[in-house]
C-alpha cells in the first residue's frame, strides 16, 4: 500500500510506468484486443474500463510534448474518421491530466496491432465498448529537485 497512488496501479503497472523512457508507447486497450498474444508485456486491469485505466496511469505518466501526436487511436474499420465515445471520452482524460489539448492520431486496425505489438507494454482492460484501444507516448517530466541546476545540498535524515 503507498500512499497517493491509484488504487488501480498495481505493483506490476507501477514497476512498467517507473520503467519506460522518454517516447516510450503504452497500449491501453479494451476487452476485445488480443492482449496476450499480441504484447511484450502485459498488465491486466480487469473490472476497470479505459477511461478509469487512463485516470489512473495519466496520475503518473506524462505525455509526450516532443511529438505533434502523443495519443494513438484504433480506427473504426470501415470508418476511418468515425469517433466513438470511448474515444472523445479518452481523450478528454488525456486532456484534463495535462490541463492542455491534445492530438489524438489514429490508425486502420492492423497497423494499430502492429504498433501496439512494439509497445513497451500492454494495458489490457475490461471496456466493454469496442474501439477502446490506444496508444500513449510517454514524456518528460520537466520539474522537480535539482531541475536546471546542480545542488549539492544532501537531505537530512
Given amino acids: 500500500m503507498l500512499k497517493g497512488v491509484h488504487p488501480l496501479i498495481s505493483a506490476d503497472l507501477l514497476y512498467v510506468l517507473a520503467s519506460m523512457g522518454h517516447g516510450d508507447e503504452l497500449a491501453i486497450v479494451d476487452r476485445n484486443y488480443p492482449a496476450v498474444s499480441r504484447g511484450r508485456r502485459l498488465v491486466r486491469l480487469d473490472g476497470a474500463d479505459v477511461i ?3 485516470e489512473a ?3 503518473l505518466f506524462p505525455l509526450d510534448t516532443f511529438v505533434d501526436v502523443p495519443v494513438l487511436r484504433m480506427e473504426v474499420v470501415g470508418a476511418p474518421d468515425e469517433l466513438p465515445a470511448v474515444q472523445k471520452e ?3 482524460a488525456c486532456e484534463a491530466s495535462e490541463r492542455r489539448a491534445i492530438t489524438m492520431g489514429s490508425l486502420p486496425r492492423q497497423q494499430f496491432y502492429l504498433r ?4 513497451f507494454a500492454v494495458v489490457a482492460t475490461s471496456e466493454p465498448r469496442p474501439y477502446g484501444c490506444f ?3 510517454k514524456g518528460v517530466i520537466f520539474d522537480g529537485p535539482g531541475v536546471g541546476s546542480v545542488s549539492e545540498e544532501r537531505p537530512a535524515f
Fill in 52 to 54: 478509469q485505466a487512463a
Fill in 135 to 137: 496508444l500513449i507516448t
Fill in 57 to 59: 496511469i495519466l496520475g
Fill in 116 to 119: 501496439a505489438h512494439d509497445a
Fill in 90 to 92: 479518452f481523450l478528454a
